[in-house]
Nanobody, 121 residues
Framework: QIHVVESGGGLVQAGGSLRLSCAAS????????MGWYRQTPGQQRELVAA???????TYVDSLKGRFTISRDNAKNTVYLQMNSLKPEDTAVYYC???????????????WGKGTLVVVSS
């Protein structure tokens, strides 16, 4: 079984920073793109940032400059550094990993359960 676990969320004041972590584990052959998404009640889950195995990054335009995505392939871990946080950043942040498992040798997407980020004003 593949497990994806996020950590690092919490309550912060506007202008503060948080670093989210997401670690994948299990019978993994390799991991292609990893990404961060966020969702608020009644809203669709939206992409925040993504990073390929080789380090190519993608950001939503509104967040570019404040958030930075990175990864450590040896640890099967992706990070999201969030700076200058605003109340509108409040959401549950989810990690997604495109994993090629040893059993199938085919890529499937796996989601974590999410970590809550609350930014107070």
């Amino acid at each position: 079984q593949i497990h994806v676990v996020e950590s690092g969320g919490g309550l912060v004041q506007a202008g503060g920073s948080l670093r989210l972590s997401c670690a994948a584990s299990g019978s993994i052959f390799s991991i292609n793109t990893m990404g961060w998404y966020r969702q608020t009640p009644g809203q669709q889950r939206e992409l925040v940032a993504a990073i390929t195995r080789g380090g190519t990054t993608t950001y939503v335009d509104s967040l570019k400059g404040r958030f930075t995505i990175s990864r450590d392939n040896a640890k099967n871990t992706v990070y999201l550094q969030m700076n200058s946080l605003k109340p509108e950043d409040t959401a549950v942040y989810y990690c997604n990993a495109a994993v090629i498992t040893r059993a199938t040798m085919w890529e499937d997407a796996y989601w974590g359960k999410g970590t809550l980020v609350v930014v107070s004003s």
